[in-house]
Nanobody, 117 residues
Framework: QVQLVESGGGLVQAGGSLRLSCAAS????????LGWYRQALGKQRELVAV???????NYADSVKGRFTISRDNAKNTVYLQMNSLKPEDTGVYYC???????????WGQGTQVTVSS
C-alpha cells in the first residue's frame, strides 16, 4: 500500500502562483511514476504532469511552460510548481502513484485549486 498526502492548494488570482506538494509513504516501489491530475467541476479527471522514478517528465499541452513537476527522492515527495495560473486551471488536483510492474495506481485525497479572474 502507498499513502499520498497532498498540500498547497488554495485560492489565487489569475497570473499568480501556487506550489503543490505530495508526500508518499508505505511501500515505495522502485520503478514508479508520480504525477498530478486534476478534475474540474463536471469534467473528467485529466493528466497535468508526471515524473518517472528515472526523472523523465511529461506535461499536458495546456500547462507546458507554466507548470513544473519535480521530486525529492530523499523525502519521497513530488511537487508541482504552478505559475501564470489561469481560471481554467481551477479544479481538484490529485496526486498519483503508479507502481509500474504491478500496474497499480494510488491516489491522494485531492486538494482544491481555485484561480479567480
Amino acid at each position: 500500500q502507498v499513502q499520498l498526502v497532498e498540500s498547497g492548494g488554495g485560492l489565487v488570482q489569475a497570473g499568480g502562483s501556487l506550489r503543490l506538494s505530495c508526500a508518499a509513504s508505505g511501500r515505495i516501489f522502485s520503478i514508479h511514476v508520480l504525477g498530478w491530475y486534476r478534475q474540474a467541476l463536471g469534467k473528467q479527471r485529466e493528466l497535468v504532469a508526471v515524473i518517472a522514478s528515472g526523472g523523465s517528465t511529461n506535461y499536458a499541452d495546456s500547462v507546458k511552460g507554466r507548470f513544473t513537476i519535480s521530486r525529492d527522492n530523499a523525502k519521497n515527495t513530488v511537487y508541482l510548481q504552478m505559475n501564470s495560473l489561469k481560471p481554467e486551471d481551477t479544479g481538484v488536483y490529485y496526486c498519483s502513484f503508479r507502481a509500474v510492474a504491478l500496474k497499480l495506481d494510488y491516489w491522494g485525497q485531492g486538494t482544491q485549486v481555485t484561480v479567480s479572474s
